[in-house]
């Protein structure tokens, strides 16, 4: 079964950035789809951005313009730029991996960002 491990822990200031990785043990083109998710304690995980095996992009709307996801095919890898961070964006951000058949997520990775 395919795994997918995030990095990137991170304590940033408010307007600073972050860049979070997620690694696949294999070929990311395995999966249909990718996706970073956030969730914090007590409140329903949600989709930040996703993109698809054809590489076309999308966000939450409390993200655009300020996040960027994309992926290395070769490093069977996908990352989470993340710039002019707010408090706000504190929360666990999970990696997913998907298909018609099966869903693949990390662990998860804390980001916190002080004001």
């Known amino acids: 079964q395919v795994q997918v491990v995030e990095s990137g822990v991170g304590l940033v200031q408010a307007g600073g950035s972050l860049r979070l990785s997620c690694v696949a043990s294999r070929n990311i083109l395995n999966f249909g789809s990718m996706a970073w998710h956030r969730q914090a304690p007590g409140k329903q995980r949600e989709l930040v951005a996703a993109i698809s095996a054809s590489g076309t992009t999308n966000y939450v709307e409390s993200v655009k313009g300020r996040f960027t996801i994309s992926r290395d095919i070769a490093k069977n890898a996908m990352y989470l730029q993340m710039r002019s961070l707010k408090p706000e964006d504190t929360d666990v951000y999970y990696c997913?991996?998907?298909?018609?058949?099966?869903?693949?997520w990390g662990k998860g990775t804390q980001v916190t960002v002080s004001s």
């Open positions: 997913k991996g998907w298909t018609i058949r099966t869903v693949t």
